[in-house]
Nanobody, 125 residues
Framework: QVQLVESGGGLVQAGGSLRLSCAASGRTFSSYSMGWFRQAPGKEREFVAASSRVGDNTYYADSVKGRFTISRDNAKNTVWLQMNSLKPEDTAVYYC??????????????????WGQGTQVTVSS
């Protein structure tokens, strides 16, 4: 099992940047593909970005491609989401997730069995 704790959320003006961190417990972090998802008020949870188990493959939602970057350091049991050029529509609770079924990260929340508690990101206009 793995436990996930996100941090780094906050309030930022449009055009600004934030870096979210997700720290994982356990000694088998490299066994998990990792994903970031977000959920805005009144909306369903949506895929943001994903990383393969060793970070050699990454995937992004079209809405964040070119602005967000997912990265991981398996020695530190941590995955990050660097968010640049933030927009008000990026406002949401951001969750990191871990999945053991696939080497590559996937876009489906069903493929992730472990979730963090979420961190709020608010982008003001």
């Amino acid at each position: 099992q793995v436990q996930l704790v996100e941090s780094g959320g906050g309030l930022v003006q449009a055009g600004g940047s934030l870096r979210l961190s997700c720290a994982a417990s356990g000694r088998t972090f490299s066994s998990y593909s990792m994903g970031w998802f977000r959920q805005a008020p009144g909306k369903e949870r949506e895929f943001v970005a994903a990383s393969s188990r060793v970070g050699d493959n990454t995937y992004y939602a079209d809405s964040v491609k070119g602005r967000f970057t997912i990265s991981r350091d398996n020695a530190k049991n941590t995955v990050w989401l660097q968010m640049n050029s933030l927009k008000p529509e990026d406002t949401a609770v951001y969750y990191c997730a871990a999945g053991s079924a696939y080497y590559l990260g996937t876009r489906s929340s069903d493929d992730y069995g472990y979730w963090g508690q979420g961190t709020q990101v608010t982008v003001s206009s």
